[in-house]
């Protein structure tokens, strides 16, 4: 069940226990700050739990962080705010809330020695295979962490993972079986693939400023900001290979590939080398922060930047968005250097002219045209594909890979899981910027591959465990409502 959790971002962003560290040890990203009122600092409260600011403003960041690895390092506040991360991350602490109402209600519990033996087994508390009290505190002082809140948190994971386990019933045959038959269905088609040029948009002045028009409020200039910054660099800092080492050890936690897995010296030894540069530079950078806000020394750099550009990182942007004119931030790591930075003027988003917005209003309004006449389109060949020079395919099952061209693999296989799921004889499927409009010609079932027994027993699983999730859910959300303080945190 704990696949389910790691798959379903609509219901779900919050981990088993080794995922805790993640996004405890991933640094606060920060997306805001609020008035809690008298609500001491909580956002929301499930049936008798209460979810934390402080709790809220860590699943944000371990999301944000996991999309920002995923899109190689280009997720900024904007488009967070666009894909709704905040709403993402609450959804998940929510349903985890009222697993653990459900698990308090039913007497599930898990005991201190639970807690501490789970611990133990993390692998980046261990060292040479056994957990190292050492390291353990090294990584609570690093976060600035309580252990006590930590176990609490690990302790709540592994409640829900008790809960769930309790569930967990295996398939019988006739689900089986009737899975088999599901998978082993072959359609034959007629298809064709429309693409954008099938529909070209004819670029009308007239129409292309009166859509700008209806949509002034879509084009507005970004938040700009008049900066002074002081850099001190690291790269000049001497370093030891002796204290590469020491740091390593102290730190290993910090340093994982992209699957969690720990790096070993050699393979963090460069990214090592890097952190200890720059925490032995933090004095010197701190003396720097004090003599620019005496007005002693002068800045290194005068730039305007809009909110979000990538010269600097979404931690010193969240923090000057909150900030007023004059103020002088302490230094925040910027690459391999520190920077601080003093707001010298804010110039507030205004709406674009039509020149200004010219070149992409076009985009928008050649993107929303060219959908309308591919579908009008996609309308017209549906209800006569049988006269025009549709391409027929193979037998087509979910199992085998085609590329039922002009579409890529991975645009073939999103069509046939729509396709297969579909009850109509003909239709059309969106698939990106494309529309395949298709008619089933034939179909037959074929015989069961004895080698994929096993596949079928293991999608036999997941369905079910997908269907009771998702009923499973919606019965938690009828017994356990959620009260919101605050607005912003529910689509």
């Known amino acids: 069940m704990i696949s389910w959790m790691q798959k379903h971002n609509r219901y779900l962003v919050w981990t088993i226990w080794i995922a805790t560290i993640a996004f405890i040890g991933a640094g606060f990203v920060g997306w805001g700050s609020y008035n809690f009122g008298s609500k001491a600092g909580n ?34 506040e904007k488009k967070a705010k666009e894909m709704g991360l905040v709403q993402q991350a609450f959804a998940g602490l929510e349903t985890q809330a009222k697993v653990l109402n459900l698990a308090k209600e039913t007497g599930i519990v898990v005991s201190d020695k639970e807690v501490m033996d789970a611990l133990s087994k993390i692998p980046m508390f261990q060292k040479d295979g056994i957990f190292n009290k050492s ?28 809960t769930l386990s309790l569930f967990d019933a295996p398939p019988y045959t006739l689900e089986e079986n009737t899975t088999g038959a599901a998978l082993n269905v072959a ?13 070209p948009v004819n670029l009308d002045e007239e129409k292309i400023k009166s859509f700008w028009e209806s949509n002034k409020e879509n084009y507005m200039t970004p938040k700009m900001f008049d900066l002074s910054i002081v850099w001190t660099g690291s790269q000049e800092t001497n370093v030891t290979e002796d204290e590469i080492k020491h740091y390593y050890e102290t730190n ?33 950078a701190q003396k720097a922060y004090i003599a620019f806000k005496k007005g002693k020394r002068n800045s ?26 004059g103020t002088v931030l302490k230094p925040k790591p910027v690459g391999d250097s520190y920077a601080t930075v003093k707001i010298d003027k804010i110039i507030q988003p205004h709406p674009m002219g039509y020149k200004e917005a010219k070149n992409r209003v076009i985009k928008d309004y050649q993107k929303e045209k060219g959908k309308e006449s591919l579908l009008t389109l996609a309308e017209s060949i549906k209800n006569k594909i049988d006269d025009t020079n549709a391409t027929l395919s193979d037998y087509l099952t979910l199992n085998k890979n085609v590329n039922l061209l002009p579409l890529n693999r991975q645009e073939t296989l999103q069509f046939l899981q729509k396709l297969f799921t579909s009850n109509k004889e003909k239709g059309m499927i969106s698939v990106g910027d494309k529309i395949v409009v298709y008619k089933i010609k034939d179909q037959k079932l074929l015989p069961v591959d004895k080698e994929k027994v096993d596949f079928v027993k293991q999608t036999t699983a997941k369905i079910k465990k997908n269907v009771f999730e998702n009923n499973f859910i919606k019965l938690l959300d009828s017994k356990y409502p959620t009260e919101v303080y605050m607005g912003g945190l529910k689509n």
């Open 43 to 76: 956002v929301a409260k499930v049936g008798e739990i209460e979810i934390s600011q402080t709790k809220l403003n860590r699943a944000y960041s371990n999301l944000y962080n996991q999309y920002n690895q995923m899109l190689g390092g280009k997720l900024d």
């Open 252 to 284: 290993s936690f910090n340093y994982t590939d992209a699957k969690g897995k720990q790096l070993t010296f050699e393979e963090a030894k460069e990214q090592v080398k890097k952190d200890l540069r720059l925490k032995k530079t933090k004095k010197k």
């Open 300 to 325: 290194d750099e005068k730039i305007t930047l809009p909110y979000g550009d990538k010269k600097l990182t979404p931690e010193l942007w969240n923090q000057l968005l909150t900030q007023d004119v």
């Open 187 to 199: 359609d034959k088609i007629a298809y064709k693939v429309l693409t954008p040029k099938d529909a």
């Open 135 to 162: 390291i353990y505190k090294t990584f609570l002082q690093s976060q600035r962490l309580k252990a006590k809140n930590f176990e609490q948190g690990l302790k709540e994971d592994l409640t829900i993972q008790k």
